[in-house]
């Protein structure tokens, strides 16, 4: 079965500094994997996702993530914060794109971004 | 065009009260997934539907929960009766089986009390 697990339910970064967020997952095939950023009272909304080809992949607002098949992480960054990104994130891993396939989703990463 | 829609927004109830959430997916989704959100435990998939049909209930925590699908265009969450630890907010998520890009669309969540 496929899991996903965050490292640091809480990151700070100052405004304009590297965003780092870790996610590593399992899975018995190559998944697809997601990124889903949350503002406060908001559903969730994807930032981007690797499905197959080039393991970097970019996204909104800025933010690209690498599949790394060998460490099994599919790691977020953004090269320099803005206070608009202080929200949750949450990785995510699908077996695939059918629609038998189901989403697991990571415990989620609250990312802080101090003025 | 209209996103996913659930309701109630917001629900107070008393401990022992039959409780239902609703949702109705993006017009020409075919899979629907409701997850459970809570500080302690993140997001947890309760339940999916592949074309109206569960596909995998093994996330609904009891005999309690209960979910139906009775058209492609509306599904129900009843939790009967509920429990202050039922407190949580509680999303729907929709996804497309053509052109299906393995991105799923989240209602704005509903967030039950228990009391």
């Known amino acids: 079965a496929q899991s996903v697990t965050q490292l640091g339910s809480h990151v700070s970064v100052s405004e304009g500094a590297l965003v780092l967020l870790r996610c590593n997952y399992s899975?018995?095939?190559?998944?697809?994997l997601f990124w889903y950023v949350q503002y406060p009272n908001q559903g969730l909304q994807l930032l981007l996702k690797?499905?197959?080809?080039?393991?970097l992949v970019k996204g909104i607002n800025g933010f690209e993530a690498e599949f790394k098949k060998s460490e099994t992480s599919f790691h977020l960054t953004k090269p320099s914060a803005h206070m608009s990104d202080a929200a949750e994130y949450f990785c995510a891993v699908s077996l695939g794109e059918t629609s038998y396939d189901k989403v697991i989703f990571g415990p989620g990463t609250s990312l802080s971004v101090i003025p | 065009d209209a996103g996913v829609i659930q309701s109630p927004r917001h629900e107070v109830t008393e401990m022992g009260q039959e409780v239902t959430l609703r949702c109705k997916p993006i017009?020409?989704?075919?899979?629907l997934f409701w997850y459970r959100q809570t500080m302690m435990r993140g997001l947890e998939l309760l339940i999916y539907?592949?074309?109206?049909?569960?596909?995998?209930d093994s996330g609904m925590p009891e005999d309690r929960f209960s979910a139906k699908m009775p058209n492609a265009s509306f599904s129900t969450l009843k939790i009967q009766p509920s429990e202050p630890r039922d407190s949580a907010v509680y999303f729907c998520?929709?996804?497309?089986?053509?052109?299906?890009?393995?991105?799923?669309?989240f209602g704005e969540g509903s967030r039950l009390t228990v009391l």
């Open positions: 539907f592949n074309n109206n049909v569960p596909i995998d």
């Open positions: 690797y499905t197959t080809g080039a393991t």
């Open positions: 017009s020409g989704h075919n899979s």
């Open positions: 998520a929709s996804r497309p089986s053509l052109g299906n890009t393995g991105e799923l669309f």
């Open positions: 899975s018995s095939v190559p998944p697809y």
